[in-house]
């Protein structure tokens, strides 16, 4: 080894390759690139796979020491062999990537496939430009360069383990493996191949340079939710983890005291990810960034055959399916804000597209997640979801024509009509519109308020009523948001009036006699290889899954960007736009997510709910498949029919009888099969299961974890600390300063688990349920009336969280909206007069009691007896109410503060409370 390297040395086998599972083997001999989507996945690239994997100690003070690096590939004259290389650091030193890389090229003979002489690379003098290093070193790439695609199962954890590089060019950048790739999908991935040179031997003329251009992949953006962990991937490709129990805390002294099995369990992982990429991909193919951009491609090719459009240009499918055209970077364009299209340098084909990606992009909205009752539901109860709700909607909406100007018709100064919607539920159309439903309706218009998405029976307070400090000026402007053509047109079914200030109708394509839905086929197309990949390979075989991931993935990238989302540019160092995908659209995004939330709230109009989260609901109904939805479910049905065959819509996912319902995503039931949804809280670590638990180990950690859910909800008493343990952020693992390694950091985070306000808690239904010994209060829901109302009673909730009712002092603790009592305290806080501090209910009874006795409304007489005053705050201490200060009682002397309590005051009811006081 050159001394550069720092090597103990290799451990160089040449072994046969792990026989592929009996499904990957059946998939070979099968043809899976036959497939139309996994064809259309494909990069079409092809660069030997390199997998990576490495191993490590933690030290006390948690810091790491690399005690082993491990690569596997096959054999480039023999792909029925493979190489399985480990290199061992001698001195606790870090090894360069590269210099590892060009160890594992030399060893395994990779130098000859990329047609190189000498395994140390070319000699500086047959590639050297004098006093030009960029044309030297393109001239050196484009000649002999070693393609490698490098790939690693959770690469956080590896690319962290090799050294920050000595050598600097520029700011040290270029040859610092972290700041070349970036976050995907959980992962590790590079968009565009990483150029790397390894520098072996001597120096000067005769010096030789490696040059090794580095695709990165990682195995989390290749699999199924769910199904990421190496375990599940090598039973999937036919090589099984090995497991070493306890031995993983200490690699350092497995490695000293047992080096072949340090050596065999080392090599494993990289194994699995070769085996299970070359069985997903093939042998030598470039993997996709991720599943989910093969799904996009996918999506793209059966739009394109659906228009008959194969051979073209992916310029022409971006200008007729996205009415977008892409721009050289010089090119001036008018910056509207909507960064999906302009980090990718592209720009709308016409003014009429511009208004339509703008307007449908402002009424872009995620799923809609709603708590309508809260407490405890000790009867059956059933948990419904829209059979593959998303590639259902995306069937369900027709194309637009950009081509010949996409505004068909531009709504202003009007109330919509039943009229505007030719083709029903899925006219392309998008309003800014105001609104008022009747009282007795679920309102379906929707509004977003900071990071939430409400849904008030009135426009009232929408739109620049928002505005920070608005509420103190007198404008009168048009309240209202941009909504999408599904929801308005259930909206005028459900007798909403509507009125639209300015809105548009988009031009319908026209195909083959009729509305052109491109997704329906390219849908259609995707469903129909993971029916064909089912059939031959079965249930749950490689391919299945990957055409799974890829099709229920593709409205993720319909709708990259369109909600603007930020990541780390980790060579620049700093926070940006991620940019569209290859399909991003804001018309079919904002149309299909709506389209959803139509069938839901049209849903919540006909049966009465517990929960909606994004494509299913909670209700006590068993059978909810005959109901109309006023027309959206017809919709799906027909989508349904096209895709699959069978025009049901609902499937049942869980059943249960003991519910405990407490905001939006926060429920649970203690029974197997029935619901749990954590409200944000991480599960500990001893609670879930390792990849190789057998089935009544996961049911038994199943049943552990939601009994301790559900006693932290009923008997919390402020928020909860949630204490867990997780890895720096890519930002932190990749920055030039102060950056950390790959280390647990331990993080406790404060989270609520109270009802988040989106909906008004309906206090006249208010019960108190017993769950386990701890009072849950439970209540009915309605809608808020106006966003003022939301918006008042959200931050009361959360001044409630903040700091507990009752208490003082620098540190209070926390509290929380659980028993009848705090929420009577909420109740109180929310319905007294602006400039009244209430602290809890019972407090605020006793400063109503004391000011209307000072104002003569009542009569106390042992507030009026010549006693110490003390005793007076001691007896009304006594009544049941809670604590009174000899503050709160000054307080009460004054005349303005006694006024701001008895403007709140019911008198009648204050009465009532007088006559029922036990006597001094």
Not at 589 to 597: E, H, P
Not at 827 to 853: C, F, M, N
Request: some cysteine; charged content about 25%; hydrophobic content about 40%.
């Amino acid at each position: 080894m050159g001394v550069q390297t720092g090597l103990a040395g290799t451990a160089s086998a040449s072994v046969p390759a792990e026989p592929a599972s009996e499904s990957a083997s059946e998939a070979g001999s099968a043809a899976i690139g036959d497939l139309a989507t996994v064809r259309a996945m494909g990069t079409g690239e092809e660069a030997p796979m390199v997998a990576v994997d490495t191993e490590f100690t933690y030290r006390i003070d948690e810091s790491r020491v690399i005690d082993g690096y491990q690569f596997s590939l096959l054999d480039p004259d023999d792909p029925d062999w493979r190489y399985e290389i480990v290199l061992l650091p001698l001195v606790q030193e870090r090894l360069a990537i590269e210099d590892s890389l060009a160890v594992v090229v030399r060893e395994s003979g990779l130098w000859r496939a990329a047609g190189l002489s000498d395994p140390r690379g070319v000699p500086r003098r047959d590639f050297w430009v004098d006093g030009d290093y960029r044309a030297s070193v393109a001239a050196l790439f484009k000649r002999h360069r070693v393609k490698i695609v490098l790939a690693g199962h959770y690469l956080p954890a590896d690319l962290t383990a090799f050294a920050r590089p000595v050598r600097q060019r520029g700011d040290g950048r270029y040859d610092d493996i972290m700041r070349r790739v970036t976050s995907a999908s959980g992962g590790l991935v590079s968009l565009k191949p990483v150029r790397m040179i390894a520098r072996p031997g001597s120096h000067g003329t005769g010096e030789r340079w490696l040059p090794l251009s580095i695709i990165v992949r990682d195995c989390m953006g290749q699999s199924a939710p769910g199904q990421k962990t190496l375990g599940v991937l090598g039973a999937v490709c036919g090589v099984p983890k090995l497991v070493i129990g306890d031995s993983i805390e200490d690699m350092t002294r497995m490695r000293r005291e047992r080096l072949v099995e340090f050596l065999d369990y080392g090599v494993n992982d990289a194994v699995i990810v070769l085996e299970y990429l070359t069985a997903l991909w093939g042998v030598d193919a470039v993997p996709p960034v991720t599943l989910s951009g093969g799904g996009a491609h996918a999506l793209r090719a059966g739009v394109k055959a659906y228009w008959g459009i194969e051979g073209a240009s992916n310029a022409e499918f971006m200008a007729r399916f996205q009415g977008l055209v892409r721009v050289n970077d010089g090119d001036a364009t008018d910056d509207d804000g909507l960064t999906y299209y302009s980090v990718r340098s592209l720009t709308p084909v016409d003014g009429d597209a511009n208004q339509a990606h703008s307007a449908f992009k402002k009424g872009f909205h995620g799923g809609w997640n709603s708590c309508l009752r809260v407490g405890s539901f000790p009867m059956r109860t059933f948990d419904h979801d829209i059979q593959s709700a998303y590639p259902s909607a995306m069937a369900a909406i027709v194309d637009v024509d950009f081509e010949n100007g996409c505004i068909e018709e531009v709504i202003k100064d009007r109330e919509l009509t039943p009229d505007d919607f030719p083709l029903g539920i899925v006219t392309p159309l998008v309003a800014y519109a105001s609104w008022e439903f009747p009282e007795e309706v679920e309102p379906c218009l929707p509004v977003k308020v900071g990071q939430s998405v409400v849904y008030p029976r009135t426009s009232e307070g929408a739109g620049a009523a928002q505005g920070e400090g608005m509420d103190a000026v007198g404008f009168d402007g048009f309240e209202g948001a941009w909504v999408c053509g599904p929801e308005l047109a259930l909206a005028l079914a459900l007798g909403a009036r509507v009125r639209v200030q300015i809105g548009y109708r988009l031009r319908v394509l026209q195909h083959e006699g009729g509305p052109s839905r491109s997704m329906r086929a390219a849908m259609r197309q995707m469903v129909a290889d993971r029916a064909e990949a089912k059939c031959v390979w079965g249930k749950g075989s490689l391919v299945e899954l990957m055409i799974k991931v890829a099709t229920n993935s593709c409205y993720g990238k319909l709708a990259q960007d369109v909600a603007e989302r930020t990541g780390w540019n980790a060579w620049v160092e700093e926070m940006e736009s991620i940019g569209g995908s290859s399909v991003t659209s804001p018309y079919h995004a904002a149309m299909i997510t709506s389209l959803v939330r139509a069938l839901l709230l049209g849903m919540a109009n006909e049966v009465d709910l517990v929960s909606v989260t994004t494509d299913g609901f909670i209700t006590t109904e068993a059978d909810v498949e005959g109901f109309d939805c006023f027309g959206a479910s017809d919709v799906f049905r027909d989508a349904r029919q096209a895709l699959v065959g069978d025009p049901e819509v609902w499937e049942v996912k869980h059943a249960q009888d003991d519910l405990v319902n407490l905001t939006t995503r926060g429920n649970v039931s203690a029974q197997l099969g029935g619901v749990l949804a954590r409200a944000g809280l991480k599960t500990p670590a001893d609670l879930r299961p390792g990849f190789d638990a057998d089935d009544a180990e996961r049911d038994r950690l199943s049943l552990e974890e939601r009994r301790w859910f559900r006693d932290l909800a009923v008997s919390r008493t402020g928020k909860i600390v949630n204490e867990y343990t997780s890895f720096p952020t890519f930002r932190e693992l990749s920055r030039s300063v102060d950056r950390l390694d790959f280390a647990p950091v331990h993080r406790a985070p404060e989270v609520s688990l109270d009802f988040d306000m989106k909906r008004r808690p309906l206090l006249e239904t208010l019960r108190v349920d017993v769950v386990d010994g701890h009072e849950l209060a439970g209540f009915h829901t309605a809608p808020w009336d106006n966003v003022h109302d939301y918006m008042r009673a959200r931050e009361i909730a959360r001044h409630i969280a903040a700091m507990r009712p009752g208490t003082t002092g620098p540190d209070r603790p926390t509290g929380c909206l659980r028993t009848e009592a705090e929420w009577l305290t909420w109740q109180r806080r929310y319905e007294s007069s602006a400039g009244r501090r209430v602290r809890t209910a019972g407090s605020a009874l006793l400063s109503e009691l004391v000011a209307a006795h000072k104002a003569g409304l009542v009569s106390l007489p042992v507030l009026a007896a010549r006693v110490p005053v003390e005793q007076k705050i001691a007896w009304l201490g006594s009544l049941g109410y809670g604590e009174f200060s000899s503050a709160q009682w000054d307080h009460m002397s004054k005349r303005d503060r006694r006024d701001r309590v008895l403007r709140d005051v019911d008198l009648d009811a204050l009465v009532e409370v007088v006559e029922g006081l036990p006597e001094w």
